[in-house]
């Protein structure tokens, strides 16, 4: 999701700034809104949607089989060791962000209801038609301003004749051309996504054109262009209308004085701006919906041990917790399957089982080991060099086992070892044992929770060490 976040705001800026450099000030508003809402709904869009241009060939790389014996350590029972319980983490803890995220949205959300609710009250009074708008004189703005045909004006207004009219041209091209539809949308769309600054400034850009877009129509009507110019003068100087309103004020005079006054790009240079835009947007939906055709790597994590079979210690408790966080780091490229989500015990059968219905591309097996001399440290691998996925399950675990290294200070080497669960499963597995509860410095590292997602997330750059490896 964050990297969904970071997306839009890249995309939107990039939009944004082809606007600004190559439309803004062309006299092509249809166009130029067009552009603003298309590249905004887009950009928003397109990494949900998948485009399949090319055909992905996978690499393929030859990682050198090593030969490798070693006996499988057996653990000793331990005695007179004790240790506190490992905390268990409360894997429905959300972060501290994602409350202000939502408190913040959902005031924007009430902010947006309220004024939705307002405009309603407006318009249950009475209004007189003049063409097709339903003009209500209101006391809740000192500024003329439309919702679709509804349009409010100052109870109390000074207007002359050639100002109404030109206000009345002005807000009818507003209501038959829906620029309201445009509002909400925007207005909704700020409310969900508030800390993308672009939102804003697509919002501004949208309402300036809007504008611009009236004048230059209100004029080809027949109002003369010089008294219009008076118009937007003389009201000017109004601040405040009422919210989801187009108001015929809104943006600076000088802006609109000028656009008004300026001459049509020629038709070449017109025609050359809007290729160069569609390109560009095309190219932002190619790039953003992009489908990376090389298929997922299916892992499934299987935590050992759980319920009334603890492992060593509290072995199952960190195990659990490592295999939850690498669940929530899943991702397209790399989709994380467990076989535990809390402490419940599983035979080795039930495991086999539930592994053979995932179609994995590898298992992974999480233990913490223990042993009998408080100096025994360090992290290990096993695998079974006796079934079919023997060169890929050493490959894997070598792949696995170094990425470890930077929390646990010795490697105790990739081992082989005949295990149910590798004999019955139809997939490469490597099990890994994550230090030595028994030992200080291992101990400390496997109870502390954020070490454990460190733990996760090392494993989880190895699976993706292996997914472009494989």
Request: some cysteine; proline content about 3%; charged content about 20%.
């Amino acid at each position: 999701m964050i990297s969904y976040f970071i997306y839009t705001i890249i995309s939107l800026g990039c939009s944004y700034a082809v606007y600004v450099l190559l439309l803004r000030k062309q006299k092509t508003f249809q166009f130029n809104r067009f552009f603003l809402i298309g590249s905004l709904l887009l950009c928003l869009v397109a990494p949900f949607m998948e485009i399949e241009l090319f055909k992905a060939v996978p690499s393929i790389t030859e990682i050198p089989l090593e030969e490798f014996t070693a006996s499988v350590v057996e653990t000793q029972p331990i005695e007179d060791v004790t240790f506190g319980e490992a905390q268990q983490v409360d894997h429905s803890q959300k972060s501290p962000f994602f409350y202000v995220y939502i408190i913040i949205a959902l005031f924007l959300v009430f902010r947006f209801l309220k004024n939705l609710s307002k405009i309603y009250g407006l318009t249950r009074n009475e209004y007189e038609y003049d063409g097709k708008l339903k003009v209500i004189k209101s006391t809740d703005s000192d500024m003329v301003s439309s919702f679709f045909n509804y349009m409010f004006i100052p109870k109390q207004h000074t207007l002359s004749r050639a100002d109404y009219e030109s206000i009345i041209a002005h807000e009818t091209v507003h209501s038959e051309e829906l620029h309201s539809v445009d509002i909400i949308l925007l207005e909704l769309l700020s409310c969900i996504f508030w800390f993308n600054p672009f939102i804003w400034l697509y919002k501004k850009a949208t309402l300036q054109n809007h504008e611009f877009r009236a004048d230059e129509k209100s004029v080809l009507s027949g109002i003369d262009i010089e008294n219009y110019s008076n118009t937007i003068i003389n009201l000017g100087q109004k601040e405040y209308r009422v919210p989801l309103t187009s108001g015929f004020n809104f943006i600076q005079i000088k802006n609109r004085i000028i656009m008004l006054h300026q001459s049509k790009s020629s038709v070449f240079k017109r025609t050359l701006n809007i290729i160069s835009v569609s390109l560009l947007l095309a190219g932002i939906f190619v790039l953003s919906s992009y489908k990376d055709l090389k298929e997922p790597l299916v892992v499934v994590i299987d935590a050992g041990h759980g319920g009334h079979d603890s492992g060593n210690l509290d072995e199952k408790n960190i195990v659990l917790n490592i295999s939850h966080q690498l669940s929530l780091l899943s991702s397209d490229n790399i989709r994380i399957i467990t076989t535990r989500t809390e402490d419940t015990f599983f035979t080795l059968q039930e495991r086999v089982e539930f592994i053979n219905t995932q179609n994995a591309d590898l298992v992974v097996s999480l233990h913490a080991n223990a042993h009998s001399n408080p100096l025994t440290n360090g992290v290990e691998a096993y695998y079974n060099d006796k079934d079919e996925f023997k060169d890929k399950s050493y490959a894997f675990g070598k792949i696995l086992l170094e990425n470890q290294m930077e929390l646990f200070s010795t490697n105790r080497g990739l081992k082989t070892v005949p295990m149910y669960i590798f004999r019955h499963i139809n997939s490469p597995g490597v099990l890994l044992e994550l230090g030595f509860i028994t030992n200080e410095e291992d101990h400390k590292v496997l109870m502390n929770v954020d070490r454990q997602k460190q733990i996760a997330a090392s494993i989880f750059e190895g699976l993706e060490e292996i997914r472009k490896s494989n």
